[in-house]
Nanobody, 126 residues
Framework: QVQLVESGGGLVQPGGSLRLSCAAS????????MGWFRQPPGKEREFVAA????????YYEDSVKGRFTISGDKAKKTVSLQMTSLKPEDTAVYYC???????????????????WGQGTQVTVSS
């Protein structure tokens, strides 16, 4: 069983930065992908970014490219999301997720991820 614990959310002004972190414990392997999803108020959960540890390939949702950076340490079983130039539309609950058998065609799909953290609130407001 894999457990994921996120940290680092909070309130930030537009244009500001935040860093989210996620630590995994349990049966992860170097084949895992770890990613970040978010759920804005009243909307469905959406993909933000992911890293596939076996290849170190990184994936981003188009609206965060150039503003968000995902990084991971497979030895420490951690993944982080550095968010800059934050906008009010980035406001959401952010979730860390892990996929034990990632494939490229589904790495942006929430249904592909078996393990989820509890979520951390990010609010971008003046």
């Amino acid at each position: 069983q894999v457990q994921l614990v996120e940290s680092g959310g909070g309130l930030v002004q537009p244009g500001g930065s935040l860093r989210l972190s996620c630590a995994a414990s349990g049966g992860t392997t170097n084949q895992y992908a770890m990613g970040w999803f978010r759920q804005p108020p009243g909307k469905e959960r959406e993909f933000v970014a992911a890293i596939r540890f076996s290849t170190n390939r990184i994936y981003y949702e188009d609206s965060v490219k150039g503003r968000f950076t995902i990084s991971g340490d497979k030895a420490k079983k951690t993944v982080s999301l550095q968010m800059t130039s934050l906008k009010p539309e980035d406001t959401a609950v952010y979730y860390c997720a892990a996929d034990p058998a990632p494939i490229q065609s589904t790495i942006r799909s929430a249904q592909a991820y078996d393990y989820w953290g509890q979520g951390t609130q990010v609010t971008v407001s003046s």
